[in-house]
């Protein structure tokens, strides 16, 4: 497991909200119960989708959260970033604290090629093309 349980429940929670209007404005309490997330780390995780300006907050009676942006504009490198940070692709696969190019651990030159691609990966993928995806798949797929 790369990403967090904090990131995959991200993902899914910003999948499902792909799947509503873009105007409305979701409960954080109805997305919890929708992707079975426990509401209270839900909300933790969604101030953090909030501060990195994936998804906009109104507060009311009529409030909640949805997608700030397009889904096909926000990058699952944004994502990643916003909840679990990069610093997973700077440091040392297994740990070694002085791991660098002058003192390299034993899987240092194995884990660059993987790690770039990785990030590529992530950069290159948008929310969207996850949603077109599992709705191709038949799985529960939402709008881009």
Same mark, same amino acid.
């Not at 009676?61 to 944004?78: F, T």
């Given at each position: &497991?790369?990403?967090?349980?904090?990131?995959?429940?991200?993902?899914?929670?910003?999948? %499902?909200?792909?799947?509503?209007? =873009?105007?409305?404005?979701?409960?954080?309490?109805?997305?919890?119960?929708?992707?079975?997330?426990? &509401?209270? %780390?839900?909300?933790?995780?969604?101030?953090?989708?909030?501060?990195?300006?994936?998804?906009?907050?109104?507060?009311? =009676?009529?409030?909640?959260?949805?997608?700030?942006?397009?889904?096909?504009?926000?990058?699952?490198?944004?994502?990643?970033?916003?909840?679990?940070?990069?610093?997973?692709?700077?440091?040392?696969?297994?740990?070694?604290?002085?791991?660098? @190019?002058?003192?390299?651990?034993?899987?240092?030159?194995?884990?660059?090629?993987?790690?770039?691609?990785?990030?590529?990966?992530?950069?290159?993928?948008?929310?969207?093309?996850?949603? +077109? @995806?599992? +709705?191709?798949?038949?799985?529960?797929?939402?709008?881009?």
């Amino acid at each position: &497991m790369i990403l967090s349980r904090a990131c995959e429940y991200a993902v899914q929670a910003l999948i %499902y909200a792909t799947s509503q209007r =873009p105007e409305r404005f979701l409960a954080v309490r109805d997305v919890a119960l929708a992707t079975r997330i426990p &509401m209270a %780390y839900l909300s933790k995780i969604i101030q953090r989708l909030v501060a990195r300006g994936l998804l906009s907050s109104r507060k009311g =009676p009529r409030g909640g959260v949805r997608l700030a942006r397009l889904a096909g504009a926000i990058k699952v490198l944004d994502i990643v970033e916003a909840i679990d940070g990069l610093g997973f692709l700077n440091r040392c696969v297994i740990g070694h604290p002085r791991c660098s @190019e002058t003192h390299p651990c034993p899987l240092h030159d194995a884990w660059g090629p993987l790690r770039d691609e990785i990030q590529g990966l992530l950069a290159r993928r948008s929310l969207g093309d996850l949603v +077109r @995806e599992l +709705r191709g798949r038949g799985l529960p797929g939402r709008r881009s």
